[in-house]
């Protein structure tokens, strides 16, 4: 059973910038595929950003490509967000998940093949 930890989130003026990280505990860490996903009241949960096992495969959402970056760093079980020129659409409670794969390169793009959620970390950007 792998648990996972959201911070990093808070109030940033629009342009600005925000370092989400989510800290894996209680599984292989390098066993899964990672991702940030974001929701907002109005909308289905949206993938942000996906990362394999072996980090050298990534995904991004057309919304945020060449302002978001997302790494991992096993030895420290912890996935990051690096989020650049924060737009008030980016706002959302951003969620950390969990994917186990089989294969270094694998990831999926869908929430429902994600094993495991955390409990999510609020961003606002104020424009």
């Known amino acids: 059973q792998v648990q996972l930890e959201e911070s990093g989130g808070g109030l940033v003026q629009a342009g600005g910038s925000l370092r989400l990280s989510c800290v894996a505990s209680?599984?292989?860490?390098?066993?899964?595929?990672l991702a940030w996903f974001r929701q907002t009241p109005r909308a289905e949960r949206e993938i942000v950003a996906a990362i394999s096992w072996s980090g050298g495969r990534t995904f991004y959402a057309d919304s945020v490509k060449g302002r978001f970056t997302i790494s991992r760093d096993n030895a420290k079980n912890t996935v990051y967000l690096q989020m650049n020129s924060l737009k008030p659409e980016d706002a959302a409670v951003y969620y950390c998940?969990?994917?186990?794969?089989?294969?270094?390169?694998?990831?999926?793009?869908?929430?429902?093949?994600?094993?495991?959620w955390g409990q999510g970390t609020q961003v606002t950007v104020s424009s």
């Open positions: 998940a969990a994917e186990r794969v089989v294969t270094v390169q694998a990831m999926s793009v869908r929430w429902s093949d994600y094993d495991y």
């Open positions: 209680g599984g292989a860490f390098g066993t899964y595929a």
